[in-house]
Antibody, heavy 119, light 111 residues
Framework: EVQLVESGGGLVQPGGSLRLSCAVSGFTFSTYEMSWVRQAPGKGLEWVSYISSSGNTIYYADSVKGRFTISRDNAKKSLYLQMNSLRAEDTAVYYC????????????WGQGTLVTVSS | QSALTQPASVSGSPGQSITISCTGTSSDVGSYNFVSWYQQHPGKAPKLMIYEVSKRPSGISYRFSGSKSGNTASLTISGLQAEDEADYYCCSYAGSSTYVLFGGGTKLTVL
């Protein structure tokens, strides 16, 4: 069974940093591309970042470019999101999601971890 | 990176059919047949319902179908059931610069 489990969310002050993790099981992590998708309270889904299976190709949404860094450790079967210079508008549930090829869709999702940016 | 446009809400009675539209541009929906749809119940993670415009993953009911014309994709749910009440999001691949766009979401109410 495919499982994605996020952790690392919490309350952080504006300007602060947080590192999210996503531990996966049930599939060969090193062969899949991955993304982070977030959802602000009461709002829709917003794609945040993408990383290729090898980690060599990375993309970011304009709203987080220069502040967030996506990475992965294929040996540990884990995906990460380092979030710096956090703003109130970054408050959201952050989901890790498996990006399926060649279908180009998110075929598996974690349960999400809540990040709250507030003083 | 503008979001795809969906109606905020739609509704239908049990047994009826509804259609949710998703309008993008010639740079995303209009250029690629990589439109997917997700169902999200309150407090739950999104679930893939349709991929590549009209394909259903294993285990998804035949009542869910997708189509596309030009820059607009559509999700149709036939034979509405109470458990279909949820939020629905469209998603499109948008090329290597923008990469992925979501729609703003549509709340489906089963009357």
């Amino acid at each position: 069974e495919v499982q994605l489990v996020e952790s690392g969310g919490g309350l952080v002050q504006p300007g602060g940093s947080l590192r999210l993790s996503c531990a996966v099981s049930g599939f060969t992590f090193s062969t899949y591309e991955m993304s982070w998708v977030r959802q602000a309270p009461g709002k829709g889904l917003e794609w945040v970042s993408y990383i290729s299976s090898s980690g060599n190709t990375i993309y970011y949404a304009d709203s987080v470019k220069g502040r967030f860094t996506i990475s992965r450790d294929n040996a540990k079967k884990s995906l990460y999101l380092q979030m710096n210079s956090l703003r109130a508008e970054d408050t959201a549930v952050y989901y890790c999601a498996r990006w399926d090829l060649p279908e180009l869709c998110f075929d598996s999702w974690g349960q999400g971890t809540l990040v709250t940016v507030s003083s | 990176q503008s979001a795809l446009t969906q109606p905020a809400s739609v509704s239908g009675s049990p047994g009826q059919s509804i259609t949710i539209s998703c309008t993008g541009t010639s740079s995303d929906v209009g250029s690629y047949n990589f439109v997917s749809w997700y169902q999200q119940h309150p407090g739950k993670a999104p679930k893939l319902m349709i991929y590549e415009v009209s394909k259903r993953p294993s285990g998804i009911s035949y009542r869910f179908s997708g189509s596309k014309s030009g820059n607009t994709a559509s999700l149709t749910i036939s034979g509405l059931q109470a458990e279909d009440e949820a939020d629905y999001y469209c998603c499109s691949y948008a090329g290597s610069s923008t990469y992925v766009l979501f729609g703003g979401g549509t709340k489906l109410t089963v009357l």
